[in-house]
């Protein structure tokens, strides 16, 4: 059962700054609202902007340590795996929100911290 405070438990709420290697630029927080807006209000969104706002999204949500948002977040990829609108091209998707600088390098990563996050829920799902 996931835990209703903390949507990355293990990993302490705290920690969410460091949990990914790029947070946003103040450009890419326009745009991330922006392809937000239009994903909540069902407007045609290509898969390049969903990659985004997938990317983004989770970002936005830990940097500003917001379980809320991460369970939003989380919400957003479940509704899209749902839909048959899976992660293809990330990488590229990625790229170009660093080319565009509307993502940046996170000075506070802590590199393997996502990774306790997975293995918890790897650990968890085979024991069930």
Sequence with gaps: MPDPQNPLFPVDIDDYPGLFDYVLTADGLIYFQN?????????????????????????????????????????????????GIFEKGMYQSKEDLKNDLMIIENPNYQSGLYRIYTEHVKEKMNSK
């Design 35 to 83: 392809l937000k807006r239009k994903y909540i209000l069902g407007k045609e969104i290509i898969l390049d902007e969903y990659n985004k706002l997938r990317l983004m999204y989770v970002y936005y949500a830990t940097a500003n340590r917001n379980p809320k948002e991460v369970f939003a977040w989380q919400d957003v990829c479940i509704t899209l795996d749902d839909r």
